[in-house]
Nanobody
Framework: QVQLVESGGGLVQPGGSLRLSCATSGFNLDYYAIGWFRQAPGKEREGVSCISSTDGSTYFDHSVKGRFTISKDNAKNTVYLQMDNLKPDDTAVYYC????????????????????WGQGTQVTVSS
């Protein structure tokens, strides 16, 4: 059974850091692209970052570039999103997602690029 479980969210002050984890099971993380998305109240879900299963190349939305880092540990079947210098605008529910339809592909930041989703973890940036 395919599962993606996010953790690591919480309340942090502006300028602080959090590391989100996406624990996966039921598939080989080596083979599939993984993305991180977020949805703030009243807003559309948007792509934040992703990591390709071809060469491990990564992509970031312009709003988080230089502040967020994505990585994965295939041995632990886990993908991480390191978030530094957090801002109030980063407040949202964060989701990880996998595209299990195609092996070894470049990732993208579009929702239609993924077919399996986690339940999300809340990140709140506030003083």
């Amino acid at each position: 059974q395919v599962q993606l479980v996010e953790s690591g969210g919480g309340l942090v002050q502006p300028g602080g850091s959090l590391r989100l984890s996406c624990a996966t099971s039921g598939f080989n993380l080596d083979y599939y692209a993984i993305g991180w998305f977020r949805q703030a109240p009243g807003k559309e879900r948007e792509g934040v970052s992703c990591i390709s299963s071809t060469d491990g190349s990564t992509y970031f939305d312009h709003s988080v570039k230089g502040r967020f880092t994505i990585s994965k540990d295939n041995a632990k079947n886990t993908v991480y999103l390191q978030m530094d210098n957090l801002k109030p605008d980063d407040t949202a529910v964060y989701y990880c997602a996998a595209d299990l339809r195609v092996v070894f592909k470049s990732c993208n930041l579009f929702q239609w690029g993924y077919d399996s989703w986690g339940q999300g973890t809340q990140v709140t940036v506030s003083s």
